[in-house]
């Protein structure tokens, strides 16, 4: 064994060099300061910053997470789509509320993002399929997602049926969505802004929403 060298992993350890976040520097909502940040992120080219583990309650109550894509987001909430028959769709249907959190390590800054979810329009999840390359919604159809199945040769001939059933033409819509897939959109209610600080006295603040629809601001110990 040559891991001599290598630091235990209780010894892995980074200290941050942000400057400390003042609550001068906030937005006054969270959607703009998640804008702010996300754009940051974007500049500093991090791979697929609108990756974000989506955790769910479980049926047996013990939370289920994964990593899901953003793909909207306006003043209602985070939108992200996914197979209604999965795990996360059936759990989300039991309890519709969710945690989301975006980890942009390099930069030593993590959102989480807390609220009731709710499936969105027909339309908005017809006019993002319709938007994805022919192999991915060839996929959606192919994959019954969070199901057991006998081995990878299934799956591509199960695909393989599916481009039979849909071949490519140049009509938008040669694949129709299936009606089990569509997005979910998580309504927040809290959003919060951690960033790693130096000597690990990192910045927490929190957005909470009120009965009226505002946004309350609050710094948390860290
Ligand atoms: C970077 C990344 C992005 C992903 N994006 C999605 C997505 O947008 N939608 C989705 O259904 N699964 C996505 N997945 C797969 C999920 O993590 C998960 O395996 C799948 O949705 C099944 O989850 P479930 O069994 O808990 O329902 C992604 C995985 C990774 C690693």
Do not use: D, K
């Given at each position: 064994m040559s891991d001599k060298a290598e630091p235990s992993i209780a010894g892995m350890r980074e200290d941050y060099q942000n400057e400390p976040l003042r609550r001068k520097d906030l937005a006054e909502t969270p959607f703009e300061q998640f804008h702010s940040w996300f754009s940051k992120a974007r500049e500093a080219g991090?791979?697929?910053?609108?990756a974000m583990t989506l955790s769910t309650i479980g049926l047996d109550q013990i939370p289920t997470s994964r990593t899901v894509l953003l793909k909207d987001l306006d003043q209602r909430g985070f939108t992200f789509f996914t197979n209604y028959q999965s795990r996360k769709g059936l759990e989300i249907e039991a309890h519709p509320g969710a945690s989301l959190l975006f980890l942009w390590k390099e930069q030593a800054r993590q959102i989480i993002v807390r609220g009731r979810v709710e499936k969105v329009s027909l339309d908005e999840s017809e006019a993002y399929f319709q938007s994805r390359p022919y192999d991915s919604r060839i996929g959606a159809w192919a994959s019954e997602q969070s199901t057991m199945i006998p081995n990878r040769e299934w799956l591509v001939e199960r695909n393989q049926m599916f481009c039979e059933r849909y071949p490519e033409t140049d009509q938008p819509d040669c694949v129709p969505i299936p009606e089990f897939w569509g997005g979910y959109r998580v309504l927040p209610s809290s959003m919060e802004f951690w960033q790693g600080g130096h000597g690990r006295l990192h910045d927490r603040f929190v957005y909470t929403k009120t009965d009226q629809g505002n946004w309350t601001i609050e710094r948390l110990s860290p």
């Open positions: 991090i791979r697929e910053p609108n």
